[in-house]
Nanobody
Protein backbone atom coordinates (compact mmCIF):
# COMPACT_ATOMS: atom_id res chain seq x y z
CA UNK A 1 0.00 0.00 0.00
CA UNK A 2 1.47 3.29 -1.12
CA UNK A 3 1.41 6.14 1.38
CA UNK A 4 2.62 9.71 1.15
CA UNK A 5 2.42 11.55 4.46
CA UNK A 6 2.99 15.30 4.62
CA UNK A 7 4.00 17.18 7.74
CA UNK A 8 5.35 20.56 8.74
CA UNK A 9 2.44 22.81 7.93
CA UNK A 10 1.13 25.43 10.31
CA UNK A 11 0.47 29.10 10.95
CA UNK A 12 3.26 31.59 10.25
CA UNK A 13 3.50 35.34 9.87
CA UNK A 14 4.26 36.91 6.52
CA UNK A 15 8.00 36.85 5.89
CA UNK A 16 8.44 33.69 7.92
CA UNK A 17 9.53 30.20 6.91
CA UNK A 18 8.23 26.66 7.02
CA UNK A 19 9.69 23.35 5.94
CA UNK A 20 7.30 20.72 4.65
CA UNK A 21 8.22 17.05 4.58
CA UNK A 22 6.62 14.17 2.72
CA UNK A 23 7.51 10.64 3.77
CA UNK A 24 6.79 7.91 1.24
CA UNK A 25 6.28 4.19 1.78
CA UNK A 26 5.11 1.23 -0.27
CA UNK A 27 6.81 2.31 -3.49
CA UNK A 28 10.26 2.41 -5.04
CA UNK A 29 10.68 6.06 -4.11
CA UNK A 30 14.00 6.46 -5.92
CA UNK A 31 12.21 5.69 -9.21
CA UNK A 32 9.57 8.41 -8.85
CA UNK A 33 9.64 12.06 -9.57
CA UNK A 34 7.91 14.03 -6.85
CA UNK A 35 6.05 17.28 -6.75
CA UNK A 36 4.34 19.72 -4.45
CA UNK A 37 0.97 21.21 -5.32
CA UNK A 38 -1.34 23.50 -3.38
CA UNK A 39 -5.00 24.32 -3.29
CA UNK A 40 -6.55 27.39 -1.74
CA UNK A 41 -10.27 27.57 -0.91
CA UNK A 42 -12.36 28.05 -4.02
CA UNK A 43 -9.39 27.61 -6.33
CA UNK A 44 -8.04 24.80 -8.45
CA UNK A 45 -5.05 22.74 -7.39
CA UNK A 46 -1.90 24.38 -8.71
CA UNK A 47 1.65 23.31 -9.30
CA UNK A 48 4.30 24.57 -6.87
CA UNK A 49 7.51 22.62 -7.50
CA UNK A 50 8.78 19.32 -8.80
CA UNK A 51 12.00 17.34 -8.56
CA UNK A 52 13.20 14.44 -10.69
CA UNK A 53 13.89 10.98 -9.28
CA UNK A 54 17.61 11.73 -9.06
CA UNK A 55 17.16 15.22 -7.67
CA UNK A 56 19.06 16.61 -10.60
CA UNK A 57 16.20 18.55 -12.17
CA UNK A 58 13.80 20.92 -10.45
CA UNK A 59 11.05 23.22 -11.66
CA UNK A 60 9.13 25.91 -9.80
CA UNK A 61 6.04 27.97 -10.30
CA UNK A 62 7.09 31.52 -11.13
CA UNK A 63 5.49 32.96 -7.99
CA UNK A 64 7.63 30.80 -5.67
CA UNK A 65 10.88 30.83 -7.63
CA UNK A 66 13.66 32.11 -5.38
CA UNK A 67 11.60 31.67 -2.20
CA UNK A 68 10.88 27.92 -2.17
CA UNK A 69 13.34 25.06 -2.54
CA UNK A 70 12.40 21.46 -3.25
CA UNK A 71 14.80 18.67 -2.32
CA UNK A 72 14.73 14.96 -1.66
CA UNK A 73 16.55 12.28 0.29
CA UNK A 74 16.10 8.95 -1.44
CA UNK A 75 17.70 7.08 1.46
CA UNK A 76 14.88 8.35 3.67
CA UNK A 77 12.18 8.20 0.96
CA UNK A 78 11.36 11.80 1.78
CA UNK A 79 10.85 14.96 -0.23
CA UNK A 80 11.03 18.44 1.29
CA UNK A 81 9.77 21.90 0.48
CA UNK A 82 11.62 24.74 2.20
CA UNK A 83 9.44 27.83 2.06
CA UNK A 84 10.97 31.21 2.88
CA UNK A 85 9.65 34.77 2.69
CA UNK A 86 6.11 33.45 2.92
CA UNK A 87 3.24 35.64 1.76
CA UNK A 88 -0.46 35.54 2.64
CA UNK A 89 -1.17 34.37 -0.92
CA UNK A 90 0.82 31.20 -0.16
CA UNK A 91 -1.97 30.12 2.18
CA UNK A 92 -3.32 26.76 0.99
CA UNK A 93 -3.38 23.05 1.61
CA UNK A 94 -0.10 21.66 0.30
CA UNK A 95 0.03 18.20 -1.23
CA UNK A 96 2.95 16.05 -2.23
CA UNK A 97 2.65 13.62 -5.11
CA UNK A 98 4.70 10.99 -6.91
CA UNK A 99 4.90 10.21 -10.61
CA UNK A 100 6.69 7.80 -12.92
CA UNK A 101 6.50 10.30 -15.77
CA UNK A 102 9.56 12.29 -16.68
CA UNK A 103 7.69 14.97 -18.57
CA UNK A 104 4.53 16.88 -17.83
CA UNK A 105 5.38 16.94 -14.15
CA UNK A 106 3.82 20.37 -13.70
CA UNK A 107 0.40 18.86 -14.37
CA UNK A 108 -1.36 17.25 -11.43
CA UNK A 109 -3.16 14.73 -13.66
CA UNK A 110 0.18 13.08 -14.44
CA UNK A 111 0.78 12.01 -10.85
CA UNK A 112 0.08 8.49 -9.64
CA UNK A 113 0.01 8.93 -5.86
CA UNK A 114 -0.99 11.73 -3.50
CA UNK A 115 -0.69 12.59 0.14
CA UNK A 116 -3.53 13.83 2.29
CA UNK A 117 -2.26 17.40 2.44
CA UNK A 118 -1.02 19.76 5.13
CA UNK A 119 -2.43 23.22 5.84
CA UNK A 120 -0.19 26.26 5.51
CA UNK A 121 -1.59 29.57 6.72
CA UNK A 122 0.33 32.81 6.35
CA UNK A 123 -1.00 35.78 8.30
CA UNK A 124 -0.41 39.36 7.24
Amino acid sequence: QVQLVESGGGLVQAGGSLRLSCAASGLAFHSYGTGWFRQAPGKEREFVATISWSGGTTYYQDSVQGRFTISRDNAKSTVYLQMNSLKPEDTAVYYCAATLQVSGTRTHRNYNYWGQGTQVTVSS
